[in-house]
């Protein structure tokens, strides 16, 4: 199951069910082998991400030192604009108990999300 943020609503989905959400998103991997998120944003299905981060066909570096990532989070976001902030602040907590506490405590996204459309 994978928590798929929509509005102040969160959404439980299989990973294959996540397939037709195709929007702007920040998203967060996990590598269960490294013990380690991966947080990216896209315009695309973000398990079509997934396939691509597995098999290494963005050739970037920290995500190819594994094949097992898997879907940890989703923020949908009205713009790419707001996915980008909301990237860039996950990125500089650089905590993974920030990520996690993200999917426990739904309103910590919203309160990220409202900040990333200023």
Known sequence: QVQVLVGPQTISRTHKECGFFIMIACYILYSLKLDKFYT??????????????NSSSYGV????????????????????????KVEKHIKRMKSKKYIRDLKTYPEMVERLKEKGLQ
Not at 43 to 53: A, D, F, L
């Open 61 to 84: 570096r920290y995500t190819s030192g594994t094949n097992d990532w898997e879907i940890f989070l989703i923020i949908e976001c009205a713009t790419i604009s707001q996915a980008l």
């Open 40 to 53: 990216g944003f896209t315009q695309e299905s973000v398990e079509e991400r997934v396939i691509k981060h």
